[in-house]
């Protein structure tokens, strides 16, 4: 299982070439983080911790920081070791062997395209919300929602899903400064939501404060989970920061605590000024988030619930007599969220790239187009993937089913720190996970709570997810493995470089048969 092992002096031989200017300090990482992190998740699953847990979901939001938090810490030291392309999947290869990294890699492929659907069809909430309010006019469910939301086809979220695949085949990428704008934009429309909402909450909105129990926080916080996903960011950022020993906790803890610190002040606003109970609670069990039978309750009450909202931070400022200001926060997520649909498609062709130059998947994949210079097949290959998942499946259930591929990823990258620090143990490290025997298992620990509280839809498909890498790891990757034929990859950044066969040593027999 951990036989094929890609070396980590190979892995590391050009970026110490490369290496970055270190010019990052603690607060520079914490804006990173927080410009990485808020995004999808509070804008549209906010409605689907509701059904799941009501109030309670205050709790959910805590837990899934902190489970983020330990896992950012073992994240760092792989990060700093490693700091090269291909994420996760890379530090299992250097650490834990090719079929590891493969299960990693291909939980990845799973994360990053069912992410891009879920803020597809996040996004699609929010500009059909939007319209409808700007032009008074009703669209029609047919065509906006999925089969599971009471709809046919949710054509929005293709059509967003298709535009960022012709931009990414076209090497569009956004520039620092834009990527700067749209984080503002998201800051200033959840900070106008919670100047809103704050003062008019209604403490008796918060009775019963868990009204499905303790289960019903847990299945929110694996949702909500989905809206930490991006810490990461920070991470990598190791090989750039000035003393990473000392400001690598500072940015990770400090983004991931001002994450969790907005999120709760929006929790607060919805839950203290709307309310925020399940919609169909009888005997202890609600609606399930995303199926048909929430969506025919919610016609019944004509949608008079947050849960029932596709745009919910933008319906709670309406409903308390702020609409003008609900249409901005509504056109603040339609602006902001198609750089996270775009950031998201080119991390999963990433991810596909660099496992096709290891062999591990046709070379295909790997192809780059001779005018745009972009790996346009597999770019193609994904956004068609994501429009269709967009297209039929609802929002909270492409959520947990990305989360289920982060959640296995990060706690093997959590396994292989303490790995590594056994295997390797003088290699420099310009960040050390702080009590690394007893941070990484709880990262591990909490990676398995959180994954076994995804509702079992979720669970089952990833399941089957796994079973489907393994036949094609062993019907097709391990036998064309550059790895297993004796094959060291340059570093990923040298694209143009071929693949260079390891020379015989003296004496050994060569391909032919004959003594080199």
């Keep these: 299982?951990?036989?094929?092992?890609?070396?980590?002096?190979?892995?590391?031989?050009?970026?110490?070439?490369?290496?970055?200017?270190?010019?990052?300090?603690?607060?520079?990482?914490?804006?990173?983080?927080?410009?990485?992190?808020?995004?999808?998740?509070?804008?549209?699953?906010?409605?689907?911790?509701?059904?799941?847990?009501?109030?309670?979901?205050?709790?959910?939001?805590?837990?899934?920081?902190?489970?983020?938090?330990?896992?950012?810490?073992?994240?760092?030291?792989?990060?700093?070791?490693?700091?090269?392309?291909?994420?996760?999947?890379?530090?299992?290869y250097a650490v834990m062997g090719e079929l590891v990294a493969w299960m990693v890699g291909w939980a990845l492929i799973l994360e990053y395209a069912v992410a891009a659907g879920a803020v597809s069809v996040g996004w699609s909430g929010y500009m059909i919300g939007y319209v409808e309010h700007l032009l008074g006019t009703d669209v029609s469910d047919a065509w906006t929602l999925g089969p599971f939301d009471g709809g046919k086809i949710n054509?929005?979220?293709?059509?967003?899903?298709?535009?960022?695949?012709?931009l990414l085949v076209r090497g569009t990428k956004e520039s620092a400064t834009v990527n700067a704008i749209l984080v503002l934009v998201k800051i200033v429309a959840l900070?106008?939501?919670?100047?809103?909402?704050?003062?008019?909450?209604?403490?008796?909105q918060f009775h019963p404060?868990?009204?499905?129990?303790?289960?019903?926080?847990?299945?929110?916080?694996?949702?909500i989970f989905f809206a930490y996903v991006g810490f990461d960011a920070v991470s990598t950022a190791a090989e750039e920061t000035r003393n990473p020993q000392r400001n690598m906790p500072?940015?990770?803890?400090?983004?991931?605590?001002?994450?969790?610190?907005?999120?709760?002040?929006?929790?607060?606003?919805?839950i203290g000024t709307v309310g925020a109970q399940p919609v169909g609670l009888s005997g202890g069990e609600?609606?399930?988030?995303?199926?048909?039978?929430?969506?025919?309750?919610?016609?019944?009450?004509?949608?008079?619930?947050?849960?029932?909202?596709?745009?919910?931070?933008?319906?709670?400022?309406?409903?308390?007599?702020?609409p003008q200001i609900g249409n901005l926060v509504g056109l603040a997520a339609i602006l902001a969220l198609p750089s996270v649909i775009l950031m998201m498609m080119f991390g999963q062709t990433r991810i596909f790239f660099v496992m096709s130059r290891d062999g591990l998947l046709p070379a295909l994949f790997s192809k780059v187009h001779p005018r745009f210079h972009t790996p346009h097949i597999i770019t193609i290959i994904t956004g068609v993937a994501v429009a269709l998942f967009s297209g039929f499946f609802p929002v909270g259930q492409l959520a947990n089913i990305s989360n289920s591929g982060t959640l296995f990823a990060f706690a093997a990258v959590a396994f292989a720190v303490m790995v590594i620090r056994r295997t390797d143990p003088t290699r420099h490290r310009p960040f050390r996970t702080p009590l690394v025997y007893l941070t990484a298992p709880i990262a591990i620990l909490g990676c398995v709570y959180l994954f076994i509280s995804l509702d079992i839809k979720s669970i089952q498909l990833f399941l089957g997810w796994a079973v489907i890498g393994l036949v094609v790891y062993f019907l097709y990757s391990r036998s064309r493995s550059h790895v297993g034929r004796g094959i060291v990859d340059v570093h990923e950044d040298d694209e143009g470089i071929p693949p260079q066969p390891v020379p015989p040593l003296p004496g050994a027999p060569t391909p032919g048969g004959e003594q080199a």
């Design 1 to 92: 299982m951990f036989g094929r092992v890609k070396s980590l002096d190979a892995i590391l031989a050009t970026a110490e070439k490369k290496s970055l200017h270190r010019s990052l300090g603690a607060f520079q990482l914490t804006m990173l983080g927080i410009g990485a992190v808020i995004g999808t998740g509070i804008f549209v699953l906010t409605a689907e911790a509701a059904q799941k847990a009501g109030p309670g979901m205050m709790i959910s939001f805590v837990i899934a920081g902190l489970v983020c938090a330990v896992a950012a810490l073992c994240y760092a030291e792989m990060a700093s070791m490693v700091p090269v392309s291909g994420s996760a999947y890379t530090y299992s």
């Design 155 to 166: 054509l929005p979220a293709m059509i967003i899903a298709l535009v960022v695949t012709m």
């Design 191 to 204: 900070t106008a939501f919670i100047v809103l909402a704050i003062p008019v909450m209604n403490m008796e």
């Design 209 to 223: 404060f868990a009204p499905l129990g303790f289960g019903g926080i847990s299945a929110a916080a694996a949702s």
């Design 250 to 270: 500072i940015g990770l803890i400090g983004s991931l605590g001002i994450c969790t610190v907005f999120y709760l002040l929006v929790a607060a606003g919805v």
């Design 286 to 322: 609600a609606l399930e988030p995303g199926s048909r039978e929430l969506a025919a309750a919610c016609s019944e009450i004509g949608s008079q619930a947050v849960v029932c909202s596709k745009e919910a931070l933008a319906w709670t400022l309406r409903e308390i007599g702020w």
